[in-house]
């Protein structure tokens, strides 16, 4: 028990809109160990980023309401809900950290990029200025940036998009924390820059063991860098399992639609690519049942009235969907869908 | 294949933009290609290799600063004032951003109209009615619902608005369409709805496209022939399959490499080529091939002097010195 | 349905669900594209989060209130703004004079009153003339760039650094001391914020997708303007038409007060303010009133425009 590093139980997170409450996260249970990398896959609109978000204690405070009956934020031991404003600032940075999607937006731009670094390494540690830049100087020489002394004294604009965020990256790591929270770290990259920066992201991980958590509504971006993932729909979790489970054994049809609608290269030109219908349903009034029915082609009446309860199929995977049930129509459902055995690893 | 009849012949096109007082930025510089009638030409690239500003001088939306785009036999740049209004009926485009494609203020029926308003398609007494007929048939085509006519952008999310986008393309009627990254603002899950429309539409409609993107499968699964842009110009340009199976210049090489591969244990045995730093500034590039400042297998000669773009075999054009 | 809901029952009382109830339905019959919000456009938008902050309503109430005392007040009041009548000089506030009368007996209730609709008249004809030299100009620069660009920013720099007072002094003695003459004195400087502003939006709004879009589709230059480049700053605009017409009503009164305003028999807010700080030291409340007619609409102004311009921020749009 004492890898854990961070234990999220039943987050519930709503927001006040004109036209009522959108429960963006909706009981949202999981766990992070030391040294591990876990992705949060799903769409614009799940409640992946603000599930990160309220992990981070960055959610805006009017608007937001978080649910605190019988939940909390477990970071070794201390509850993150429970935490004022001064002391969730304190762990920001320090304990985790995060880096977001935009590297235009998320620097200063009026801030040498050795500044910024030293800065945050500054607030949260008790040394001389002198140390943290030495410190910053380090950072920038551990995401690899080259000429790392020159670059200190640089202004962002003069840094590319990859650049800057490998320093986003360093600046997040200056104060060496113990989880590292990364919202769609490479949507707004080249594809020759994305993969560069995933593998710094791996690469860091395992230098530094810390926890990471990955936040992509891309699942061809985590095949390669994450060791478990869950995927979100409609603030909740539809299914979790290890890499090879849920891209070899998908248990949910989300899962299922989100691996198949992505082309290979090896595929066919021009073939329809298996793909959703419609759009994820609104929070502000979310179905009755499985609130994934309005798009599954395998929904069956009773998708539409309860709800369906989390089933686990080994140690580590988990799903909620009615065609597990055994009492299912699973005629016409793809059989990796439904196998019950092992028959992943190809 | 069947004889393949030329919609758009691309000759030595240039696009110069002046920035500040001597500097110019060479964003498309020297490029010349066919687009059949019909088929789907993907143009794939890093951002700033000047693949967009190439669709949109196809297109006519900017001067071309040299060079020719022969469509049906004419030269679309020379066209006067009221021959480019006509042009516009014939050739189309789906922009990037689904957000700041669509006017704010206006209800999706007149985006979608706007077209069938600015060329009065319809005359006559009925032209109201026959308007309205039309748009509801556009958002049937799209997948959206008569409802929706009355609603505002804002009020959809980013698949459904991008398909109001290709809805306002289709209004009237063109015959080519370039698409500009239309998916790479898109959820993964959401882009395989808009490809399968935009291909369903080619079948029906024998539209041909200019697929402009940056992911190498999208433009593999969705184009006939694919070009490879770098730095204002083609490197390699070849059918789609060829160009997966036999890659020949470095640039599509690493590209490939660097694409995810859904499948973690194919992940975890591939060997990326590596690419180092990012694509140079377009403005003052270096003399000689303009890869070569990233390409690992670089020689003296790539540095002095530009290769060639030339016909290594049937249909696939290649312009390196290492390729023989 | 309702046999839906008759199986939600088995569901629920006794966790025992019916064979049936695993029969495919696929998505028949739900719409996965549905939008279930209630419809709003962009004002009714823009009305709902301006009525939804408490200061903007109370400067609505506010200028409301203004408007209706300044056109309704002297028929109730039933005195006339120039009747002098020496009987009643320099009377404190009584329930025959509300106000109280001024050094010549005239009824300060009425005279702020019809001062008020002088007053707001040239801030409204100000704003006008500086929104229709404004826009345009401003419009026309972002549009056209270049040559056109340069000419009319300079021309605004040139304008924006004269000295303000100077200019009102020459002209009214070219032009006499008439309201035209004020109302000219204070646009003519005015409109160089309002181009730059326009300009700006211009500019940006120019570089957005749905511009080339309609461009792409053949749009000529006056329909984009029309349908899409003014649509889009008339948020702006609108603030600022608010934001600058107590502007404009400070900059009559604070004319009429050293003079070069407004002339008696007419009369404004400034002009009575003025002719009360004389009265000061013995009777206060001649300057009270004018100034504090002022005070109410400036505020009622600046609080309904930084409403407007909360309402119409994109960003705090949720």
Redesign the interface.
């Given at each position: 028990m004492n890898n854990r590093l961070l234990e999220v139980k039943n987050l519930q997170v709503s927001f006040n809109t004109y036209a009522g409450t959108a429960q963006a996260v909706r009981g949202v249970d999981f766990h992070l160990n030391r040294g591990e990398n876990l992705a949060i896959v799903g769409e614009s609109g799940c409640g992946k980023t603000v599930t990160s978000k309220a992990i981070m204690g960055l959610l805006p405070s009017p608007q937001t309401i978080i649910g605190k009956e019988n939940s909390y934020i477990n970071l070794e031991g201390q509850n993150l809900l429970e935490l004022d404003d001064d002391k969730m600032a304190e762990i920001r940075g320090r304990d985790i950290s995060m880096i977001f999607q935009d590297p235009m937006t998320s620097l200063n731009p009026t801030m040498k990029i050795g500044e910024q670094i030293s800065e945050s390494v500054f607030l949260h540690n008790n040394i001389s200025k002198e140390e943290a830049r030495k410190v910053a100087l380090n950072m920038l020489e551990l995401v690899r940036i080259p000429n790392a002394k020159l670059r200190m004294n640089q202004y962002p604009f003069e840094f590319s998009g990859g650049m800057r965020q490998r320093a986003m990256i360093a600046i997040a790591l200056a104060c060496n924390p113990k989880i590292l929270i990364a919202d769609e770290p490479t949507t707004a990259l080249d594809v020759t820059i994305q993969a560069q920066i995933m593998d710094l992201i791996s690469d860091l991980q395992k230098e530094l063991n810390m926890g990471v958590i990955l936040v992509t509504h891309d699942l061809g971006v985590v095949a390669s860098v994450s060791h478990r993932i869950q995927v979100m729909y409609a603030g909740q979790i539809v299914e979790r399992g290890t890499v090879d489970e849920i891209f070899y054994n998908p248990k949910h049809p989300y899962t299922f639609a989100l691996l198949k609608s992505v082309p290979k290269l090896s595929s066919n030109n021009k073939e329809t690519l298996y793909s959703l219908t419609g759009t994820p349903p609104d929070l502000i009034n979310p179905p009755k049942g499985c609130p994934f029915a309005a798009r599954c082609e395998f929904g069956m009446k009773i998708c539409r009235v309860e709800e369906p309860k989390p089933m686990s199929f080994g140690d580590t995977q988990e799903a909620s969907c009615w065609l597990h049930d055994s009492r299912a129509d699973i005629t016409g459902v793809p059989r990796e869908l439904i196998s019950r055995g092992e028959t992943y690893g190809k | 294949m069947e004889s393949k009849e030329v919609l758009i012949e691309v000759k030595n096109l240039k696009k110069y933009f002046k920035v500040g007082r001597k500097q110019v930025l060479k964003a498309v510089d020297n490029v010349s290609f066919n687009i059949y009638k019909g088929e789907t030409l993907g143009l794939v690239g890093e951002s700033g290799c000047g693949k967009t500003t190439c669709g949109k001088t196809i297109m006519g939306l900017y001067d071309a600063t040299d060079g020719e785009v022969i469509y049906e036999g004419e030269n679309i740049h020379s066209f006067n004032t009221q021959e480019k209004r006509e042009f516009t009926k014939k050739a189309q485009i789906i922009f990037q951003d689904p957000y700041s494609s669509l006017n704010p203020r206006m209800t999706v029926g007149d985006i979608i109209g706007e077209g069938i308003d600015i060329h009065h398609i319809y005359k006559g007494a009925n032209r109201k009615k026959e308007r309205q007929e039309k748009i509801f048939e556009l958002l049937d085509t799209v997948g959206l619902n008569k409802e929706h006519t009355s609603r505002f952008p804002h009020e959809f999310s980013g698949g459904q608005r991008q398909r109001i986008g290709i809805a306002r393309a289709l209004a009237i009627n063109p015959n080519f369409i370039v698409c500009d990254e239309p998916i790479s603002a898109l959820d993964v899950s959401i882009q395989a709805q808009v490809v399968n429309l935009l291909i369903e539409l080619q079948r029906e409609r024998g539209l041909t496209y200019l697929f402009i993107a940056h992911d190498l499968s999208m433009i593999k699964h969705i184009s006939d022939r694919v070009g490879v842009m770098y730095l204002g110009g083609l490197v390699e340009f070849t059918t789609s399959d060829e160009l997966y199976r036999n890659p020949l210049h470095p640039y599509t090489q690493a590209l490939l490499s660097a694409i995810p591969v859904p499948d973690p244990e194919e992940e975890r045995v591939k060997k990326r080529i590596p690419i180092d730093g990012e694509i140079p500034s377009p403005i003052n590039p270096p003399p000689g091939c303009k890869f070569a400042s990233r390409c690992s297998l670089a020689i003296d000669k790539c540095k002095e002097k530009m290769p060639e773009f030339k016909e290594i075999s049937h249909e696939h054009f290649v312009a390196c010195h290492l390729v023989k | 349905m309702n046999s839906?809901e008759s199986?939600?029952n088995v569901?629920q009382n006794e966790k025992i669900?019916d064979?049936?109830?695993?029969?495919?339905?696929?998505?028949k019959g739900?719409?996965?594209?549905e939008?279930?919000?209630?419809?709003?456009?962009?004002w009714s938008d823009v009305w709902?989060?301006f009525r939804s902050n408490g200061l903007s309503i109370l400067g609505l109430i506010l200028l409301v209130l203004v408007v209706a005392t300044i056109f309704v007040g002297p028929l109730i009041s039933e005195h006339d703004y120039q009747y002098i009548n020496t009987d009643v000089k320099d009377l404190k506030p009584n329930s025959e004079y509300w106000f109280g009368t001024d050094d010549m007996g005239r009824d300060l209730f009425t005279r702020v009153c019809y001062g008020g609709r002088i007053s707001l008249l040239i801030g409204l004809c100000c704003t006008l003339v500086k929104f229709i030299i404004g826009s345009l100009l401003g419009a026309l620069a972002g549009l056209k760039g270049g040559v056109i660009d340069n000419i009319i920013m300079r021309l605004a720099e040139f304008i924006g650094n004269l000295p303000y007072l100077i200019i009102v002094l020459i002209l009214s003695v070219v032009l006499g001391r008439s309201i035209f003459a004020l109302v000219l004195a204070m646009s003519i400087t005015s409109w160089v914020g309002t181009t730059r502003m326009v300009r700006g939006q211009i500019l940006q709004i120019r570089e957005?997708?749905?511009v080339?879009?309609?461009?792409?589709?053949?749009?000529s230059t006056g329909?984009i303007i029309m349908?899409?480049l003014l649509?889009?700053t008339l948020g702006i605009i609108m603030v600022e038409i608010t934001m600058s017409v107590p502007g404009f009503i400070f900059g009559e009164a604070f004319l009429s007060y050293i003079g070069l305003g407004v002339q008696a028999p007419k009369t404004s807010w400034g002009a009575l303010a003025s002719a009360g700080q004389e009265q000061l030291m013995f009777y206060p409340h001649q300057l009270f009133f004018p100034c504090l007619m002022i005070v109410i609409t400036m505020l009622a102004f600046h609080l309904i425009g930084d409403g407007l311009s909360d309402a119409l921020d994109p960003k705090l749009?949720?």
């Open positions: - | - | 839906f199986n939600l569901v669900i064979k049936n109830m695993f029969e495919r339905v696929g998505t739900l719409s996965g594209e939008i279930s919000k209630p419809s709003l456009t962009y709902r989060r957005q997708d749905y080339e879009a309609a461009a792409a589709l053949g749009s329909r349908k899409h649509p889009n749009r949720k």
